[in-house]
């Protein structure tokens, strides 16, 4: 659950994180007009709470994978919870690249598509891997909650073995199971930060 909701917010996001930069004034294709759209989507999807957001789209998940429950049906309000929420840590890990590396790029004739492709994610390939190391973590602790709603997974068995059962024993294997897979997301995550980062 968590595997691939992390792949497609990776899919999503980044498209979108950079769409918010390039089409903002005074950047390499200003559209003022689609950044206003675009973040307007974003910051509506994020300002909608978790929980809610899975009972709002249990439509969406039966019309795309035929049904409201289970792992698989949990991954459509997984996406759309974080995707958004990487948008933003792409936007901001672009906007932190040079703009002198840009120009100069620009001065050597490269178009817009190359300046993105070549400079932009290039130049912050360890922030947005730190960025999705992080909205991996956050996806974790969305999938326990989406576990509460028939989603599946270790949220699923803390609710119905372990509190539903008043099962403590079972709430505390399932919260220390979430805790390490955490610790290992975050422990990957920044090794493979660091084995990027040039500077």
Known sequence: MVGISTLFTALIGIPLGILLVITDRGRIWPQPWLQRIVGTVVNLFRAVPFIVLVLFLFPVSEFLVGSTL????????????????????????????????????QSMGTTRFQVVTKVLLPEST????????????????FSAMAGVVGGGGLGDAAYRYGF????????????????????????????????????
């Open 126 to 141: 360890p922030a947005l891997v730190s960025g999705l190391t992080v909205t991996c973590v956050t996806l974790v602790s």
């Open 70 to 105: 289970g792992a698989t049906a949990a991954t459509v309000p997984l996406i759309a919870g974080a995707a958004p929420f990487y948008a933003r840590m792409v936007e901001t890990a672009i906007r932190e690249v040079d703009k002198g590396v840009v120009e100069a790029a």
């Open 164 to 199: 539903q059962s008043f099962n403590q024993g079972m709430l505390y294997v399932c919260g220390i199971l979430l805790v390490i897979m955490v610790q290992i997301v975050q422990w990957f995550g920044d090794w493979i930060a660091r084995r990027l980062d040039k500077r």
